[in-house]
């Protein structure tokens, strides 16, 4: 924690924003006045998670992001650090824990960047109490940690939709679960995890090239299809949105899916 800030205040105010990241400051503003989650009034809704414009409202209330933003997420990225202690020492061992601990404390980008105008140390925070819940409480097999893991995780994916890709690893862990011990979950995780390290590692650069382009290509198609289905219910357009003919998403869903077939 005194690393991260005194970084950030022998800097001074100036690199706490900047970076691209001035959308959230945007948004947070325009959630003050009323406005709702948008870039601008009436138009960008959206665009963003809302989690991290909220946690930017109060502190502008309060007089502004510095040293406000500096000082609370200098505490995120120092919980951060107690929390990869906690995981490290219950799946090892103490000494394992201590080194997750000051690898996570003394990173160079996070002692530079968790004081930044940036969503990153509050989704790391909340993927590793996520995750801590999963890994460390989980054999308790109530009810309530469980919920509350799924929750922690949610609010990760509410400040930034990437996390949503770690759903179904969450997913699997929990499928498992009835495993007895922590050790052979982690063995069944390994044994899943296996075969794609062995794929990676041994097939021809042209098989996972496939593999890849198969992969995306079901994803395009996907999507487009959400895209159709959507232009074929007809809702009104709200003001402010880039709309296209219906033909647009189909002819994504028609050449997505041809190469696959392909």
């Keep these: 924690f005194a690393a991260r800030l005194a970084i950030r205040l022998i800097h ?9 990241y001035d959308s959230y400051l945007h948004i947070a503003d325009n959630v003050i006045q009323g406005q709702g989650y948008c870039l ?32 609370v997420q200098a505490a995120f990225g120092a919980l951060l650090a107690w929390v990869a202690f906690v995981i490290g020492c219950r799946l090892f061992d103490t000494p394992s824990g201590i080194g997750a601990a000051v690898m996570t404390a003394a990173s160079p980008y996070a002692l530079v960047h968790d004081t930044a105008l940036q969503e990153t140390v509050v989704v790391n925070l909340l993927i590793g109490v996520a995750a801590c819940l999963l890994v460390v409480f989980a054999d308790r097999r109530r009810l309530a940690t469980l919920a509350l893991a799924g929750l922690v995780l949610g609010l990760a994916i509410l400040t930034t939709t990437r996390v949503a890709l770690v759903a179904p690893a969450a997913t699997v862990w929990l499928l498992i679960g009835r495993v007895d011990t922590l050790r052979r979950r982690l063995a069944w995780c390994a044994r899943l995890a296996l075969p794609l390290t062995l794929l990676a590692l041994l097939a021809p650069i042209e098989v996972l090239a496939r593999i890849s382009s198969v992969i995306l290509l079901v994803v395009f198609a996907t999507v487009n299809a959400a895209l159709l289905r959507i232009k074929l219910r007809h809702d009104a357009n709200e003001a ?9 998403p189909a002819a994504g869903l028609m050449f997505s899916l041809l190469p696959v077939a392909w």
Excluded: H
């Design 12 to 20: 001074g105010p100036e690199g706490v924003q900047g970076g691209g």
């Design 40 to 71: 601008v009034p009436g138009e960008g809704c959206a665009i963003r998670p809302p989690l991290y414009p909220s946690l930017l409202v109060p502190l502008l209330l309060t007089g502004g992001l510095f040293p406000s933003l500096v000082v």
């Design 240 to 248: 402010g949105l880039f709309c296209v003919p219906a033909w647009v």
